[in-house]
Every structure is written in C-alpha cells, then in structure tokens.
C-alpha cells in the first residue's frame, strides 16, 4: 500500500516563501514520476510540477523560476520549495507519485494560503 502526507502549508504573506514536503510511505525508488498538483476553490485541479526518477523537472510556466522541486531517496520525500509567493498561488496541493505501467497515488492535501 502506497501512502503519501503533505505537510508545510499555512498562511504566507505575499512576496514569502514556503517549503512543502510529501512522505512516501513505499521507496520512491519505484516511482518514475513525481509531482505537484494544486486546486483553488472554484477552479480545476492544476498541474504544478514534475519530477522524474531520472533527475529532470518541469514547471507549469506561472511557477517558472520561483518553485523548486526535488526529492530525497533516503528521507523518501518529494519537496516543493516555493519563493516570492503571490495570492494566487493560494490552494490546496496534492503531491502524486506514479510508477512505470501503474496509477497515479494522490495525497490527501495541504493549504496554502497567500495574504495580500
């Protein structure tokens, strides 16, 4: 069974910055992708970014330049550094991971809210 807990979101002022980080509890070392979703109320789930288990990293282009994703094979986390954080970065944000020929796992969530 393949389990993922979000933990790090709060309330940040805008300008800020937050570090998001995903618990895996099988090895990460299965996965081939890993990423960030996040869902503003009223809107659809967006796709944020995405780590692959051979090291390269994509970014929806309203993050470019200010998140960071990574992931740590001995702590078995998936993290997403966020800077200069604006209020419409607020949401709920969901990591994912995915293994070669399986189903994408979901977390259950975290809030991050961006104060003007």
């Known amino acids: 069974q393949v389990q993922l807990v979000e933990s790090g979101g709060g309330l940040v002022q805008a300008g800020g910055s937050l570090r998001l980080s995903c618990a895996v509890s099988g090895s990460i070392f299965n996965f081939a992708t890993m990423g960030w979703y996040r869902q503003a109320p009223g809107k659809r789930r967006e796709w944020v970014a995405t780590i692959t288990s051979s090291g390269s990293r994509a970014y929806v282009d309203s993050v470019k330049g200010r998140f960071t994703i990574s992931s740590d094979n001995a702590k078995n986390t998936i993290d997403l550094e966020m800077n200069s954080l604006k209020p419409e970065d607020t949401g709920v944000y969901y990591c994912?991971?995915?293994?070669?020929?399986?189903?994408?796992?979901w977390g259950q969530g975290t809030q991050v809210t961006v104060s003007s």
């Open positions: 994912t991971v995915a293994g070669t020929g399986g189903p994408t796992r």
